[in-house]
């Protein structure tokens, strides 16, 4: 798995992708590895609470670019680099990062704020990469040195030292590279590797805030599909979308997020707070949360609502005040990150989903699998592919404040016998999302991907070849979900 990095606390992306390595572990016995791209120092620190967490299981490891850099020596070239650079000399523009008091990152910044040299250090000391840009050219120079400070590699742009790096770390096995973050996606796009299967999940909406184009950060991979063996979308909505923006693509597929809840059979109904909320949420502009307080503020009205937000962000003072501002603080409570938030969902009534745009969101899945009835904006995908309104939970017109206040108003009133049946039915819905149908999907699209990477690539004598190799894959494949059979 590719990403740009593990942010803490991390929303949905992230956990989504920390999800799928542990089924992958869980389900095919097979080691995964977690890459990525940033210059966090504090990378032992973090698996360690991640592992705390319950987020990292044996079978998945962390690898930071720049700390695998520290702890390899690479090998020289034949011909040294023609130029390096001199260390930048601290100063009033220069920052400084430090691990265990040694400095690991050296960055100087233009009066713009732009990063314009960067210098990376091994623990000891010694010069690892150097790294220039130039603001007028927007040239860059990165150079890589050995354990004695020798230059022994270097690259016209960073994309360059990445893809090394993607070489060293997978060497000629026959691999799947799947890339989750969009950040990533415009380098890995660019890496081509003939036993290198390159899969890219899109997470979010593919089009600009406004519904009206491709988003601009998505626009380098969405026009140019065929650079990745497979583009996968969480919806078949958004999926159609695509082909109607770019046009068709054989390697376009729809995999949904996946969940490890238990069997309907096996969920205990656990006793529930009528008219208590629920909202999993980055608390960021695009999560719209004041609509989900002011929501509740006017379903307050005329029933007994609460809602308890789970999450942080940058909005967290603006939330406060609009709390305040609709008189709900004894109603609406912002309980900030807690790791075992989820578990809510089952002794919730109801759940909020207000945000501007998502993909197909976990909470979504999870909440609706423990029972928890989501009322949520009818956004363009993710809700409206679980949603019935009225039968397992309820669709509101995207930014209607007041219709989201009256569903909540009109769940409160149904009848219990009523309730209960949606309860069901939302948990029937969940039942598609389980991890074991969710990897066997991942497991039947990995094949196709390799089969159309391999079959397309030269002459006959080669695709029987490929076809060979595509049979040991198949193989290996088959295990990530105890054996099925590809007809299905």
């Known amino acids: 798995m590719l990403s740009w990095s593990i942010p803490e606390p991390f929303g949905g992306m992230t956990g989504a992708l920390m999800h799928r390595s542990r089924a992958f572990v869980r389900l095919a016995h097979r080691a995964v ?12 620190q973090l698996q360690q609470r ?10 998945i490891r962390i690898v930071n670019i720049w700390d695998w850099f520290r702890d390899h020596d690479p090998a020289p070239r034949k011909k040294a680099p023609a130029h390096v650079h001199a260390p930048i000399v601290p100063g009033p523009d220069v920052h400084d990062a430090r691990r265990d008091g040694a400095v690991l990152l050296r960055e100087r910044r233009a009066p713009d704020g732009r990063i314009v040299e960067t210098d990376r ?38 994309w360059g030292i990445y893809r090394y790096w993607l070489d060293e770390i997978i060497g000629h096995d026959e691999s799947f590279l799947i890339v989750d973050s969009k950040t990533a996606a415009r380098f890995a796009r660019t890496y081509r590797r003939r036993n290198v299967v390159t899969m890219h999940l899109l997470h979010g909406s593919h089009r600009s805030a406004d519904g009206s184009a491709l988003s601009a950060s998505r626009r380098a991979v969405l026009e140019n ?29 729809v995999i949904p997020n996946g969940f490890d809840g238990p069997p309907i059979a096996d969920r205990s109904e656990a006793t529930r707070v009528r008219g208590s909320g629920l909202m999993l949420a980055s608390l960021i502009r695009r999560k719209r949360v004041s609509h989900a307080v002011k929501a509740v503020a006017r379903a307050s009205t005329a029933v007994d609502a609460t809602l308890d937000v789970f999450g942080e962000g940058e909005r967290r003072p603006l939330l406060e005040k609009t709390i305040r501002a609709q008189g709900v603080a004894d109603r609406v409570h912002l309980r ?20 501007k745009s998502e993909g197909l969101p976990l909470a979504l899945v999870e909440g609706m699998s423990a029972g928890c009835i989501p009322i949520a904006y009818d956004i363009s995908y ?67 991907a390799f089969e159309r990477k391999h079959a397309a690539s030269g002459p006959q004598t080669m695709i ?9 894959v198949k193989r290996r494949i088959t295990r990530l979900t105890g054996g099925y059979d590809s007809g299905e």
């Open 225 to 253: 599909l065929g650079d990745f063996d497979s583009v996968v979308a969480l919806t078949e909505g958004q999926r159609d979308d695509i082909i109607n923006d770019v046009g068709p693509a054989a390697n376009l597929a």
């Open 50 to 59: 991640l592992r705390d967490a319950g987020e990292l299981i044996d079978g």
């Open 121 to 158: 250090f091994r623990p000891d000391g010694v010069l690892l990469v150097t790294d220039r840009r130039d603001p007028q050219t927007r040239r860059r120079s990165v150079v890589l040195y050995d354990r004695s400070g020798e230059p022994v590699r270097s690259w016209g742009s960073v």
């Open 464 to 472: 029987q070849r490929s076809r060979r190799r595509a049979g040991r």
């Open 33 to 44: 590895d977690i890459l990525t791209l940033d210059d966090r120092l504090d990378g032992v």
């Open 336 to 355: 900030g990150h807690v790791a075992s938030a989820r578990s809510a969902f089952a002794t919730a009534d109801f759940m909020l989903l207000t945000s």
């Open 382 to 448: 993710g809700p409206a592919d679980l949603i019935e309104d009225g039968r397992n939970g309820f669709l509101v017109p995207a930014g209607d404040i007041d219709a989201l206040a009256q569903r909540i108003i009109d769940l409160q009133r149904m009848p219990s016998r009523a309730v209960e049946a949606m309860r069901r039915r939302a948990m029937a819905t969940s039942e598609r999302f389980h991890d074991r149908a969710v990897t066997r999907a991942w497991a039947r699209e990995m094949e196709r």
